[in-house]
């Protein structure tokens, strides 16, 4: 008897648990939008096909959907750090999360749309000018820039008119969201199947900061090398080319007894820098970032930089390009308080939550204008306008509204100087600052840009060419090879080998 009662009990227990489950993703689940505490937008409903049905995509999609719309996600999560946080590795040098960090993976900057006033300085786009599909920058005065409305999720971009139509040429595209751009490099690429590397080993936080463990060893990003080496072999003798690798906050705030968990990144730095090839200049961010490590120089609970870190990078980068840089008193700067960053959403660290970050940036002292390229097939063929700074943006997407494939700002400077520069998230704030010092600046990021570096550096009459990459991406497998693939362009514009010939080298 009691036997039954039992089993009447677990079965409507059982019951009230899947109805309340269901009454929970009906009412209480979060509609898509961006997890501000992770960095991420939320996984959506993926659509039913039928090679993904029965190629196992479409289970794992809705999987990550159940995962993010769960009821009262949020505070199941809060539960989950705060077990998490008192399992730590904890002692004096602080607490070790041994969290795998993809750095392929990291989440998109969530994108930033602000309408666009329209009276922007306009200036003729060269008639040349490739354009690739996709979103274009605004363009705004530098000091006197207004502060743009904010932005609720997601809205469509003002496609105001600027210059003459261009045309597009057939070897510069731009691809589309993160999603098929994070494919799998192509079997083209430089792929080093012997480069095995394990750059990135978990989170520590300590006093406040969290900070990712370096994992690669003193022999240098080989990978890397090999890539900016076939740079300057491609590209024309005039086009002067940089290398910039950027160590991490590890590096210099990490405790000294924790070292057997990040290792030092100089010695990598330096060991890359030598394997480059005569032609390409090394700038010294590792110089100019030591030597102010008591100002503000790396987020305490995201994995980028700040804009003054940034900013460093810049002055050194000035004085490989034989420029002068234009100094932080001679821009006004702007302050956005109170952000978590990816680490903390990878931790949840109450240490890191107490802690937060700002947001500084530093207005271009230039008058500038600004487009930005995305692909599809009702993309303006020009580009739309937009801003270099959103101002009301969440966190990192103050910087460019965060990560698109390409990005054209045209300057007030007569310099004659035409920069393109190649990045990830890490270089948005970085690209900010070129502003002030180059005629012209093109930001691609490698990610999403489906292009040839090449077509981009003939058609806008490029001058300089600037690789940059924080020390754990310079040491993966996956941004050399992303970096690789704009190089030599999409697959399809690619000439086929001869039936007989062997196919290319990595």
Request: glycine share 8%.
């Amino acid at each position: 008897m009691h036997r039954r009662i039992l089993d009447i009990l677990n079965v409507a227990l059982f019951s009230l648990t899947l109805v309340w489950m269901l009454v929970g993703f009906m009412f209480w689940s979060q509609p898509d939008e961006v997890l501000a505490g992770e960095n991420r937008r939320m996984a959506s409903l993926p659509p039913l096909t039928f090679d993904a049905m029965f190629g196992g995509a479409y289970s794992n999609a809705v999987e990550e959907y159940i995962a993010d719309h769960f009821p009262m996600r949020d505070k199941w999560v809060t539960v989950h750090a705060t077990i998490r946080d008192l399992l730590g590795v904890r002692s004096d040098d602080g607490t070790f999360y041994d969290v795998e960090v993809n750095e392929g993976e990291f989440a998109k900057t969530p994108v930033a749309v602000e309408e666009v006033p329209d009276d922007f300085m306009t200036e003729e786009m060269p008639a040349e000018l490739a354009a690739p599909e996709g979103q274009a920058d605004q363009a705004e005065p530098g000091q006197t820039a207004s502060v743009n409305d904010p932005v609720d999720g997601e809205a469509t971009d003002d496609e105001g008119d600027l210059g003459d139509t261009v045309a597009v040429p057939p070897d510069v595209r731009v691809a589309g969201s993160v999603g098929a751009a994070s494919a799998q490099a192509s079997t083209n690429d430089v792929e080093d199947p012997d480069e095995q590397v394990t750059s990135n080993r978990g989170i520590l936080v300590y006093k406040g900061r969290a900070m990712q463990t370096f994992g690669a060893g003193p022999k240098g990003a080989r990978l890397w090398a090999k890539t900016l080496n076939a740079y300057r072999s491609a590209l024309p003798e005039s086009v002067r080319l940089y290398a910039v690798v950027v160590p991490s906050a590890a590096e210099f705030y990490s405790p000294d007894p924790p070292r057997r968990r990040s290792r030092p990144e100089k010695p990598n730095i330096d060991a890359t820098y030598e394997m480059l090839a005569p032609g390409i200049s090394r700038v010294d961010a590792y110089g100019e970032i030591q030597a102010h490590l008591d100002e503000y120089l790396y987020f305490f609970t995201d994995h980028h930089w700040t804009a003054l870190g940034a900013y460093y990078t810049y002055r050194a980068l000035c004085k490989a390009a034989g420029l002068e840089p234009v100094p932080l008193d001679k821009m006004e700067k702007r302050v956005r308080p109170d952000w978590l960053g990816s680490l903390y959403g990878y931790t949840r660290d109450s240490g890191l939550k107490r802690q937060k970050d700002q947001v500084e940036y530093w207005l271009p002292s230039v008058s500038y204008e600004t487009r930005r390229f995305e692909a599809g097939p009702d993309a303006p063929p020009k580009g739309t306008r937009t801003r270099l700074l959103f101002e009301r943006a969440p966190g990192y997407g103050v910087f460019l509204g965060g990560d698109h494939p390409l990005m054209v700002v045209k300057t007030s400077n007569k310099n004659g100087r035409r920069v393109l520069l190649l990045k990830n998230s890490y270089g948005n704030p970085f690209g900010v600052f070129l502003v002030s010092s180059f005629e012209q600046v093109l930001i691609v990021d490698y990610r999403y840009f489906d292009g040839k570096v090449t077509s981009l550096v003939r058609e806008y009459g490029i001058t300089d060419v600037i690789i940059l990459n924080g020390v754990f991406t310079a040491n993966s497998r996956y941004h050399p090879n992303k970096i690789m693939s704009v190089l030599r362009g999409p697959p399809a514009s690619r000439p086929s080998p001869p039936p007989d010939a062997p196919a290319p080298d990595g």
